[in-house]
């Protein structure tokens, strides 16, 4: 499903235009966003939790030439499914 679909889904279930719609969406993925520069959390019960993790450094190799090179360490965002959206899935 892509953005615009989901933001069709929305305005269809709601009764709302699409311009509406595509502002909510917006402003929910910006707080996730903004939530998640700062460091914290964002868990939405029985859907899941949006966090940030720390990737440590470490050696790769170029696949093309096979010189090793330094992967500098990060920090990447990550999801962990809740009980409802697994159970859902399967």
Do not use: Q
Not at 39 to 47: R, S
Not at 76 to 87: A, D, E, Q
Request: cysteine-free; overall charge positive; glycine content about 12%.
């Amino acid at each position: 499903m892509t953005k615009e679909e989901m933001v069709a889904k929305i305005a269809g279930e709601n009764g709302i235009s699409k311009a509406k719609a595509g502002r909510t969406l917006e402003s929910v993925l910006s707080g996730i966003t903004m939530s998640l520069k700062r460091g914290e959390k964002v868990t939405f019960v029985g859907f899941g939790t949006f966090l940030v993790a720390n990737r440590a450094a470490r050696k790769g190799r170029n696949p093309r030439t096979g010189a090793v090179i330094n992967i500098p360490a990060a920090r990447v965002p990550r999801f962990k499914p809740g009980s409802k959206l697994k159970s859902a899935v399967k």
